[in-house]
């Protein structure tokens, strides 16, 4: 059986920095917190956990004062950053610098609307770390949306603000810039800044045609991965049998039958050390098959 890994997958630059902060930090010794996991796969945070890094939640800030803190790629909002200078708290800043950018853009478009009674609209799924931290850049409501069911939710009477979270999908902020435009007594009162991560977005022409190349797909990706869940739709499309796991004991042997070759692939939160490790337990079980039929 040919197993090939996809040479485009995994860590994206802004996890591969804000990883390589915690490695840093954690090689000074003494302890580290987290605020969240600074991955979402559980496999590569247990990892750092092993070399002492532990994720907390802004509730549990107070009870690290005078510690180190390292604010993820995903990003704060400015109130985060208060609270740990109330409480001492040195901050290791690993906001991606794509991220970083798009909050300063949520900040001018809220002062551009303001001074024409309009609204600000994020594509985003909400209660996601990185809209948490773009909703919270000022103290005005900024609408989300996660499908053109939301719109309903956007007054269409007033002149509209749309960014987006930096993982979202192209084509989806296409869609719901041509409805929005529809749906506005004039065009002209959209303003849509697309500010989707090309680092990211570039992957899903490239894992459409990766996963049409092979007999089956393994994508392996953390369960709280909203990018995972993007990439593997994507996969599904192009390859009915593509396969979404987090970690190697969840392969199934029928997974494989009849298959000469099968791709390995996986999120922008997935470590390449785990690619590996999926691919050596997929060469395994291939063996076996050949063994038994043998």
Known sequence: MHIEIDDKSGFCFGVVRAI???????????????LGDVVHNRMEVQRLAALGLRSITHEMIPQFAGGRMLIRAHGEPPS????????????????????????????RAHELMSSCNGQVVI????????????????????IVVESEADLGSIDFSRPIYFLSQTTQS?????????????????????????????????????????SS?????????????????VLFGICRSANPRSHN??????LRPEWFDGAESVGVCGATSTPEWLMRQVA?????????NDNTRK
């Open 20 to 34: 390589s902060e915690a490695e840093r930090a954690l090689s000074e010794g003494g302890p580290v917190y987290s």
């Open 80 to 107: 985060t950053y208060r609270e740990a200078a109330r409480h001492g708290i040195r901050i290791i800043d690993a906001t991606c610098p794509v991220v970083a950018d798009l909050q300063q853009k949520v900040k």
């Open 123 to 142: 594509l985003g799924k909400r209660g996601h770390a990185e809209v948490v931290g773009l909703t919270g850049q000022v103290d005005r409501p900024t």
């Open 170 to 210: 192209v084509e989806l902020f296409r869609r719901l810039c041509e409805v929005m435009r529809e749906r506005l007594p004039e065009a002209g009162m959209l303003t849509a800044d697309d500010t989707i991560c090309r680092r990211v977005s570039s992957r899903e022409a490239h894992l459409r045609e990766f």
């Open 213 to 229: 190349r092979f007999d089956v797909v393994v994508f392996v990706c953390g369960r709280k991965s909203s990018n995972g869940k």
């Open 245 to 250: 796991i987090e970690e190697a004991c969840e």
């Open 280 to 288: 050596g337990a997929i060469s395994e079980i291939s063996t076996k």
